[in-house]
């Protein structure tokens, strides 16, 4: 049996092909992710006498073209945690790192782990769509907050406590009301430097413009608001052009995650667990598509203790001679 250790990085891989007995198949050379080279190695490992199996480390991105052309080719892939690999045969008081050794090792530890080795089995399109969906969704999440923080940390010293003014929920399209209104009424002297009647006709205007109900007791609320704040940064085209500025780039960041937001619910729509994940009690149109981006495909689960162990919320047990804890922590 060969087994062939991949040690993948961007845009080039190391390869190693070991037998039982540390006997070296062929010695370890490197492979750019080229559609020529890699399909020159599937030929050469399918040319190998004996059952071949190839084994890598789950590197994000890098190892999907590796895994995905060999398993096409007609290779059996296994695709391993790279923190399951780590520590293995580090026995050595000399602790060299190279991609030759790293490639060897994942060699070594394909033949001892044979038997169990986990097949890849590429993601459905849908699927893989969603995960990556869902990763971006994850991503421009983090910036909207860092960039709502830096428009409220602006707005304290032109506008203190205007994003508290209104409660409303953001809209489907990701606009809110607080920052829509914050980019017409920048600076508290844009409404207390007018008259109440005055201010009151053109919030009535500015409601009327974004589609928003008008209130007169609201304007007046925001009108004894901004009286009651002044500006630290006084009103100049520069202030107005940082605060403008933070404004855009919040709502295009809004707006992305909207249209990222109804297309996990579209993808996710497709799925045929689809109603059963939104059946369940706490489940919205947020978090149903999140789940079933994270899960994958269920079926590859052979339990539901499979399932929650995965999830890592599972409590594993802890007994050694007389000890047998109860009251363990989850994984």
């Known amino acids: 049996m060969n087994c062939v250790g991949i ?9 190693a092909v070991m037998r039982p007995f540390g006997e070296v198949v062929v010695s370890p050379f490197e492979v750019r992710h080229t559609a020529n080279e890699l399909s020159e190695l599937a030929g050469l490992l399918k040319s190998l006498d004996g059952e071949t199996r190839v084994v890598m ?21 296994s695709v391993v ?19 030759k050794k790293d490639a060897v090792k994942l060699a ?12 890849y ?14 990763r971006q969704y ?33 809209r489907a399209d990701g606009s809110e009301k607080w920052v829509d209104f ?50 630290v940064i006084p009103k100049t085209d520069t202030a107005k052009l940082l605060v403008e500025q933070a404004i855009s780039q919040l709502q295009t960041t809004s707006s992305a995650l909207a249209a990222l937001k109804q297309e996990m619910q579209s993808l996710a729509a497709s799925l045929p667990e689809y109603p059963v994940v939104m059946g369940m009690f706490g489940v919205g149109p947020t978090l149903g598509p999140q789940l079933l981006a994270e899960i994958g495909d269920v079926r590859r689960f052979h339990s539901k203790k499979a399932l929650v162990a995965f999830a890592g919320i599972d409590a594993p047990p802890y007994q050694s001679g007389q000890i047998d804890v109860r009251s363990r922590s989850i994984s």
């Open 108 to 119: 070594n530890y394909g033949l001892d782990h044979w038997l169990t080795l986990p097949r």
């Open 7 to 15: 040690d993948v990085s961007k845009g080039k891989s190391m390869i």
């Open 81 to 99: 945690n790279a923190m399951l690999v780590h520590d293995y045969g580090n026995n050595s008081l000399r602790r060299a790192k190279t991609d």
């Open 57 to 77: 480390e789950s590197t994000g991105n890098y190892h999907a073209p590796v895994a995905w052309l060999l398993h096409d080719a007609g290779l059996y892939v």
């Open 182 to 231: 914050v980019a017409t009424f920048w600076h508290c002297e844009c409404v207390c430097g007018r008259s109440e009647k005055a201010f009151t006709t053109q919030y009535q205007k500015w409601c009327r413009k974004h589609g928003y109900n008008f209130s007169e007791d609201k304007a007046l609320d925001i009108y004894a608001s901004a009286c009651r704040h002044f500006g």
């Open 138 to 170: 994850q991503q421009y999440s983090k910036v909207q907050t860092m960039l709502k923080n830096n428009l409220i940390s602006l707005l304290d010293t032109t506008f203190p406590d205007a994003n508290r003014l209104f409660t409303s929920p953001p």
């Open 121 to 134: 089995i590429p993601e459905e399109d849908t699927r893989l769509m969603l995960k990556i969906c869902y």
